[in-house]
């Protein structure tokens, strides 16, 4: 750990370039458009690396990624973090073994989200790819991914979603005309649960078009 700096900067430059080649395949796919997007990885037991607010996603350096506390104030750095650092600081506060936030706006997260935000959430049954998510070891469960009103006051948000956590178990929830929030313990199990709520939205998407009373 350095001296001027409450975190070790060895651990955070390894993490930023875990994000960076990770969040290139991800805006590759088409899921971070515009600079929409953000990402981070716990640090240590106080702090996460996160990206900087308004950066290009798809064109990350080191010096897109900085430090916040658990309040989600800058630890370390000028720059401004993520309009949305209290959604990934409310679970690294809350759940010590979630290691990784992984939020994007995806056409399919941002089409349900829409779609489904009347209901309230997604009802994902029948599908294999549940066991995709961790704990989930037969495809014989059911999920109700959450679909949240979307707003730019991030504390009253973030309480929505605590007071939910409260209620269920999750790996993430949609924000109704936004994009989508996952995470999991590691950089690999969260992208694991991204990419399977894309999947299985895509496919109740698709559902609806082939058969709407679906
Ligand atoms: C470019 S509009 C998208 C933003 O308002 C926001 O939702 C987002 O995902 C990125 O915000 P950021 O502050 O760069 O982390
Ligand atoms: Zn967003």
């Not at 080649?21 to 458009?33: D, F, K, M, Y």
């Not at 106080?46 to 990350?60: E, M, N, P, Q, Y």
């Not at 939910?164 to 994009?179: A, F, R, S, T, V």
Request: with cysteine; hydrophobic share 40%.
């Amino acid at each position: 750990m350095s001296d001027a700096l409450p975190y070790d900067t060895h651990r955070l430059r390894e993490l930023a370039g875990e994000i960076i080649v990770n969040v290139r395949e991800l805006s590759a796919l088409g899921w971070t458009p515009a600079t929409s997007s953000n990402f981070s990885r716990r640090l240590d037991e106080r702090h996460a690396a996160i990206t900087v607010s308004g950066r290009d996603k798809g064109r990350l350096t080191e010096a897109d990624i900085m430090v916040v506390d658990w309040d989600g104030q800058a630890a370390g750095s000028d720059h401004r973090p993520s309009a949305e650092t209290l959604l990934h600081t409310q679970l690294y506060r809350r759940f010590p073994e979630i290691g990784c936030v992984l939020h994007t706006h995806s056409p399919t997260q941002t089409i349900a989200s829409r779609l489904y935000a009347g209901a309230g959430h997604v009802h994902l049954e029948g599908y294999e790819l549940l066991k995709a998510f961790a704990g989930n070891t037969t495809h014989e469960v059911a999920i109700d991914v959450p679909v949240f009103p979307n707003t730019q006051d991030m504390p009253t948000l973030a309480a929505q979603v605590d007071a939910l956590l409260d209620k269920q178990c999750m790996w993430g929830y949609l924000i109704d005309g936004h994009g989508l929030y996952a995470w999991g313990g590691d950089m690999a199990e969260a992208r694991r649960h991204l990419e399977a709520f894309e999947f299985l939205l895509g496919c109740e998407l698709e559902l609806r078009k082939l058969a709407p009373r679906h």
